[in-house]
């Protein structure tokens, strides 16, 4: 059975980082991109970020491009946002998927909440 | 800076189809954006439904359907349900790596 299982989320304040994990399984994991997918509260699905299967091709969002950092390590079967200078407009549920291009899995989502 | 459109809200009756659409705010959409359709209840994840235009998610049955129709992409359900009561969105690649939803389409079946 396929899992993207996200962890990492939580509360934090402005300004501050948090670090997002997503653990891939039922998959071979090393041949996909990988995208992660934010939704905050009452509204839609906004792209956030991509990476290749071998971690060189990265593109980010404008609204995170400079803040956010996506890595992968295929040997772990997992991918990872590190996610810093958070401010409130970041407050979401953030997704991990495979390839959208593709049949893509995704995982339930953890949420961030960037509040003082 | 291009939006993805998407109608806020469609509704339709119990057997009846319905067609929802995902366009460009300035210009065509074609296969080449690779035009994908998510489906999402209240607290669940979304759900892969059509990707790449018109392939079928594993699972989904064959009452879903995309294509393009005119400059839009198009997400058709044929015969709905109840349970089809959901948020509808569509992911649209503008190339050089960036990917783009659209706002999302509440439907009601009633």
């Known amino acids: 059975e396929v899992q993207l299982v996200e962890s990492g989320g939580g509360l934090v304040q402005p300004g501050g980082s948090l670090r997002l994990s997503c653990a891939a399984s039922?998959?071979?994991?090393?041949?996909?991109?990988m995208h992660w997918v934010r939704q905050a509260p009452g509204k839609g699905l906004v792209w956030v970020s991509r990476?290749?299967?071998?971690?060189?091709?990265?593109s980010y969002a404008d609204s995170v491009k400079g803040r956010f950092t996506i890595s992968r390590d295929n040997a772990k079967n997992t991918l990872y946002l590190q996610m810093n200078s958070l401010r409130a407009e970041d407050t979401a549920v953030y997704y991990c998927a495979s390839d959208l291009s593709e049949d893509s899995y995704w995982g339930q989502g953890t949420l961030v909440t960037v509040s003082s | 800076q291009t939006v993805v459109t998407q109608e806020p809200s469609f509704s339709v009756s119990p057997g009846g189809t319905v067609t929802l659409t995902c366009g460009l705010s300035?210009?065509?959409?074609?296969?080449?954006?690779?035009p994908s359709w998510y489906q999402q209840t209240p607290g669940q994840a979304p759900r892969t439904l059509i990707y790449s235009t018109n392939s079928r998610s594993s699972g989904v049955p064959d009452r879903f359907s995309g294509s393009i129709l005119g400059n839009k992409a198009a997400l058709t359900i044929t015969g709905a349900q109840a349970d089809d009561e959901s948020d509808y969105f569509c992911v649209l690649y503008m190339g050089s790596g960036i990917w783009v939803f659209g706002g999302g389409t509440k439907l009601t079946v009633l």
């Open positions: 990476m290749n299967s071998d971690g060189r091709t990265i």
């Open positions: 039922g998959f071979t994991f090393s041949r996909y991109w």
């Open positions: 300035s210009g065509s959409v074609s296969t080449t954006y690779y």
